[in-house]
């Protein structure tokens, strides 16, 4: 049921890219999601929506993963590549749970399973946008070792060399360098990095955290930074 009064926020000025082929579902969302202020733009397969989503600047991508002519994991797969930061909710039917797994890992910062009530799928899509409005408060820059962290324009440099840093991996760089020398347990970082706490497995995590250590320790198998916390999860030393 929608609410009588909108409140001017700032992710109601947002813009969100509906990336989907059914008719009828891509209606009922652009109708609610504009009933709440947001801006709305629409595609109708996997390689219109690519194109929108780097012609036109969204704010954020609803993306359903069964898509014609390019699959919707496809499609998280390059924009992550080409826009690392934009944030992407991807949309299963019931019982997809590989591709759940597979959105994720390629960099999707929340799912939500068919049939769905619009009113999660509102209130994850606020979520979202709110922390990437919010972004780092007083820190734009972090150095630890010979790697330099810009936490603004969102880009690591190693020993001098820009290094390709996925959009959930220099999330959970940034969560850490928030959190210096905290022990964040799996179970905070899959609820305050991909944004929800009831996943069915930590991998997703474990994966992450190995990416970060190949590409950021002097010593992957005997990190420095990113240390493990036998029976509890991680904490950032650098």
């Known amino acids: 049921m929608k609410t009588q009064e909108k409140t001017k926020t700032i992710e109601q000025a947002a813009k969100i890219l509906i990336v989907e082929d059914e ?14 202020g ?41 924009l992550r590549a080409k826009r690392a930061t934009l944030p992407i909710i991807m949309l299963t039917a019931r019982g997809q749970e590989v591709d759940k797994v597979v959105g994720l890992e390629l960099g999707a910062d929340d799912y939500v399973t068919k049939p769905f009530s619009i009113r999660e799928l509102l209130a994850r899509v606020k979520a979202i946008l709110r922390r990437a409005a919010a972004g780092p408060k007083n820190q734009e820059h972090h150095s630890f070792g010979d790697v330099e962290v810009d936490l603004r324009r969102c880009r690591v440099v190693k020993s001098g060399k820009v290094l390709d840093v996925s959009s959930k991996e220099f999330e959970l760089l940034k969560y ?45 198998e005997q990190p420095q930074y990113f240390l493990t916390v036998h029976g509890t999860g991680y904490r950032f030393v650098g």
């Open 38 to 78: 947001y801006k709305v733009i629409t595609a109708g397969d996997g390689i219109e929506g690519l194109q929108k989503a780097l012609d036109e600047s969204p704010d954020l991508v609803v993306l359903d993963v069964m898509m014609p002519r390019m699959s919707g994991l496809e499609v998280c797969k390059q």
């Open 176 to 220: 850490f360098i928030s959190h210096s020398g905290e022990t964040l347990s799996r179970d905070r970082l899959l609820e305050d990095v991909w944004g929800y706490d009831n996943f069915p497995t930590t991998r997703t995590v474990d994966t992450h955290l190995v990416r970060l250590r190949q590409k950021l320790e002097p010593d992957p």
């Open 23 to 36: 008719p009828n579902m891509v209606a009922g969302l652009r109708d609610n999601f504009e009933f709440e």
